[in-house]
């Protein structure tokens, strides 16, 4: 064996203190970086997600609807689920409505007695197109993109529109496998 000075034995012990606390630093880096290719192509944020049956939303009636976070984790829970706003126009066309006001991002209810989405929190208003009707915010409702697959309500999940998008980007609607298309 060799004679390890007093110093020497602290440097090594430093050293794979150092190196082992550089390991645990590194975990959720490399873990970060490799998620993408570890999630799958189903995974994210980027998907669509159903709502469920068309039944279950009437024709001339708006549903609250909710869907689990696509992006949400096992831990997350009941804060995963997110409501939306179904609108059922003619039994193929709808409009699937975040459920947040666009002035500050309040929950808006809908009230089917005036045919009114309104906000809690500061007055807003919003028609049953999700037009904006009164009230500070200066736009309408937020439009999920959605297509009926099967008979399914299907929706874009995690691609809000924003007002920066063309009209022509903020219409998505396909109609597959639905007994009409």
């Known amino acids: 064996m060799s004679d390890l000075s007093r110093r020497q034995m602290f440097l090594k012990l430093a050293a794979a203190f150092n190196g082992a606390i550089g390991v645990v630093l590194a975990i959720p880096i490399v873990s970060y970086l490799f998620s993408p290719v570890t999630r799958g192509e189903n995974a994210g944020y980027d998907r669509w997600i159903p709502l469920g049956p068309i039944d279950q939303f009437p024709v001339g ?3 609250l609807a909710t869907y689990r976070n ?3 984790s096992p831990t997350d829970g009941e804060t995963a689920e997110i409501p939306c706003w179904v609108r059922n126009i003619d039994g193929n066309k709808l ?7 666009a002035h500050l991002g309040c929950p808006v209810r809908w009230f089917p007695q005036s045919r009114l989405f309104m906000c809690p929190c500061h007055g807003g208003a919003y028609y049953e197109d999700g037009s904006r009707a009164s009230g500070p915010p200066e736009r309408g409702l937020f439009e999920y993109a959605f297509k009926i697959v099967d008979g399914a309500v299907h929706i874009k999940a995690g691609e809000l529109q924003t007002p920066g998008l063309s009209s022509a980007t903020r219409k998505l609607i396909q109609i597959e496998g639905h007994p009409c298309a």
Do not use: D, L
């Not at 409009?95 to 006001?101: E, T």
């Open 61 to 63: 009636q708006t549903r």
């Open 95 to 101: 409009q699937v409505f975040a459920i947040n006001c």
């Open 70 to 72: 696509p992006g949400a």
